[in-house]
């Protein structure tokens, strides 16, 4: 390594590379494919390419991260008066490692959050109500508060007892009870009744939200709480990846700097009341009109967001602070809601199992089947559930980042410019690509003009399954992952290995020998936690497997037991459920009857701790091959032709020869 360059990582694309010492910013950000607006061409007349310089120590890179490490502001940049903290990528050079925010209004190529709203009937029982209710004028004989007036109204329609007032209203309740009729909301979930907002006469919608926390991306959904309908929905990718692209390395940086779990709840709190602005504004509401709201994540999100520290999580035996469910108050969090707004987050299961899997359980959980069901939430950690009926068990296994795109060569999460689908002819190994915001597919001839406005930027998640599992069925990968050099141009000598050139273009698209090992690492992490979870249910097989979260979605279930990611199914009994954690949030937002299952679904599913299992070991060793040497795939089979079972150095001996 020269020891003049130094390392520069973007966030949230998560592309890094090493550059000379002088280096402008915007330059490196160009050589990685990593786009930041310029209108002016990085001659320092637009400003449009700010960027912001996340400070503290980064055990994963090895680097600390300083906004020294970029020269000093210059003329151009007093000019343009940028904000503090901020920088116009074309004017810093690289002085030292980086860790560099792209924030989004600069970004061109914002990451594209795929976690709709799916449809689901919920039956209706929500713990905020509408009651309306009329009030005489205030007499001398019966000298009592507007407010305990208004109690004892309500009380004596017979629903409520026990009524109390939220201290957040005793400013406002007096001019709205003299108007004679009223509208009340009434939140009662396990507690007693409280009135939490009030109108003068009829009002006739109330609000609420269902967030789902990834560690990569944030989606939250608006949903009328008299109607069950989601009316809004957006999403953002989680701010935190500019800490730490998987979530051991975001608790190192809370153990590593001092102000880190400030900045991470920070952060995600921001991103939070962000989208709760836009969701409100998609709709003509304020967000201050919003009354309810639950929040699902995994525990180390769970516990950011709560501003608790998560540092107990990264060592055995992995405590959590708190498991059962909490209910808060917006007003305790931050939260720009209702100032007497209620929040409910359902339990965490175990230490690296969270309520974003209680959720999924919820929502689509294997308790539902008397088949052997699979549940497989796909993220940066594999959150697992399988069971039946009798028995469900549950266990996260670390996937690590490389199925966002990250740790990938050319690598990205899912946004315009994204290679998203990939085929290779196995005869003349010639690919054919889909490009997230483009809609055709295409090989490089006349393709050039096509995305001539998006531009092919890098290789998302879904995009380096299939091609990982193309080359093998291609003969062009083996079985144990190396690159034959076949008669291709495509397949080149890079050192002792060899890469394929998936992508000839202003960028350069290789899939490389590291690469291919990554995919490895992942699919064998995850395969080897679903097997542990079947050990201990005492099955060799799995009846049917649902895939969940914004990546589950978009990967074809061939692909996935093509590589060995999930074990032999009938490929018609694997699905794709979407995102079923924000289902199961939204659930437990529409529903009390759903909360009070979610927390004896919880408590019933047995954990399995995948770090303290020797045999996650021994399956994550046999899972590294492909489709994977721990069983055979017989439904596979019937899908895909297979290449041969054949060392890796005699298929390439034949290869060559034919």
Same mark, same amino acid.
């Given at each position: ?31 990685? @494919? ?79 959050? /795929? ?7 919920? $039956? ?97 959904? &608006? ?18 990846? /500019? ?17 880190? &779990? ?61 498991? @059962? ?32 899997? $209680? ?111 193309? &080359? ?98 009938? &490929? ?87």
């Amino acid at each position: 390594m020269d020891s003049e360059e130094r390392l520069v990582v973007f966030q949230p694309s998560g592309r890094r590379g090493r550059f000379a010492i002088g280096t402008p910013l915007l330059d490196a950000a160009r050589a990685l @494919g990593v786009y930041i607006e310029s209108v002016c061409g990085g001659r320092a007349m637009c400003a449009r390419c700010q960027i912001e310089v996340t400070e503290g120590q980064f055990d994963k890179h090895g680097i600390t991260s300083r906004a020294d490490h970029l020269s000093p502001p210059g003329d151009s940049e007093r000019r343009w008066r940028v904000p503090p903290g901020r920088r116009m990528s074309c004017q810093a050079r690289i002085m030292g490692d980086l860790v560099v925010d792209v924030p989004s209004e600069f970004a061109v190529n914002r990451q594209v959050v /795929r976690k709709r709203a799916e449809t689901r009937r919920i $039956a209706l029982d929500t713990a905020t109500k509408l009651v309306r209710v009329s009030l005489p004028q205030a007499e001398m004989e019966h000298p009592i508060g507007d407010a305990d007036r208004l109690i004892e109204a309500i009380e004596a329609q017979g629903t409520y007892r026990g009524l109390t007032l939220d201290t957040a209203l005793l400013t406002t309740v007096q001019p709205i009870v003299q108007s004679g009729e009223i509208t009340a909301a009434i939140h009662q979930d396990t507690g007693p009744p409280c009135i939490i907002a009030l109108w003068p006469g009829v009002h006739t919608s109330i609000f609420g939200v269902a967030f789902d926390i990834g560690s990569t991306t944030i989606a939250g959904h &608006l949903v009328d709480l008299t109607t069950g309908r989601a009316v809004a929905s957006a999403g953002t990718a989680n701010p935190q990846i /500019r800490f730490g692209e998987d979530l051991m390395s975001r608790v190192s940086y809370v153990m590593m700097n001092p102000d880190g &779990l400030g900045s991470l709840t920070e952060a995600v709190r921001g991103a939070i009341a962000t989208l709760i602005s836009r969701l409100a504004g998609q709709v003509g509401i304020a967000a201050s009109d919003i009354l309810e709201a639950v929040f699902v994540g995994n525990p180390v999100m769970h516990h950011l967001f709560l501003g608790i520290d998560p540092s107990p999580l990264g060592q055995a035996p992995f405590a959590l602070a708190v498991s @059962g469910a909490l209910r808060l108050q917006a007003r305790d969090l931050d939260l720009p809601l209702h100032p007497a707004a209620r929040v409910y987050l359902p339990p965490c299961i175990a230490g690296h199992v969270g309520a974003d899997a $209680a959720a999924v359980a919820l929502a689509e959980g294997p308790q539902g089947h008397d088949e052997v069901t699979l549940v497989i939430d796909v993220g940066t950690n594999a959150e697992i559930l399988l069971g039946n009926r009798a028995r469900v068990l549950a266990a996260s296994s670390p996937t690590g980042p490389a199925f966002e795109g990250a740790q990938i060569s050319a690598g990205q999460r899912a946004a315009p410019g994204a290679i998203e689908r990939v085929r290779i002819d196995p005869v003349t190994f010639e690919p054919r690509i889909k490009v997230l915001g483009v809609d055709p597919w295409s090989d490089e001839a006349g393709f050039a003009e096509a995305t001539l406005a998006t531009g092919i930027t890098g290789i998302c998640g879904s995009g380096i399954i299939e091609a990982v599992a193309e &080359l093998f069925l291609a003969g062009v990968v083996a079985a144990d992952g190396t690159i034959n050099p076949v008669a291709s141009d495509r397949v080149r000598p890079q050192g002792r290995t060899f890469d394929y050139v998936l992508w000839r273009g202003e960028i350069e698209i290789a899939v490389t020998q590291t690469d291919i090992r990554a995919i490895q690492l992942a699919k064998g992490a995850l395969y080897a936690g679903a097997r542990l979870l079947m050990d201990h249910l005492g099955v060799d097989h799995v009846e049917r497997i649902k895939l969940a979260g914004a990546f589950g979605s978009y990967i074809e279930p061939k692909y996935a037991m093509v590589l060995g990611m999930i074990p032999d199914c009938p &490929l018609d009994r694997v699905t794709s459920i979407g995102n079923a954690a924000g289902t199961g949030a939204r659930m437990a937002l529409l529903s009390r009857t759903h909360r009070a299952e979610i927390e004896a679904l919880v408590r019933r599913v047995e954990k399995i701790e995948t770090a303290l299992e020797p045999r996650f070991q021994e399956h994550f060793v046999s899972a590294m091959a492909m489709p994977n040497a721990i069983e055979p795939f017989p439904h596979l089979a019937l899908a895909v032709t297979l290449p041969a079972a054949a060392p890796a150095r005699e298929r390439r001996t034949n290869r060559r020869r034919g």
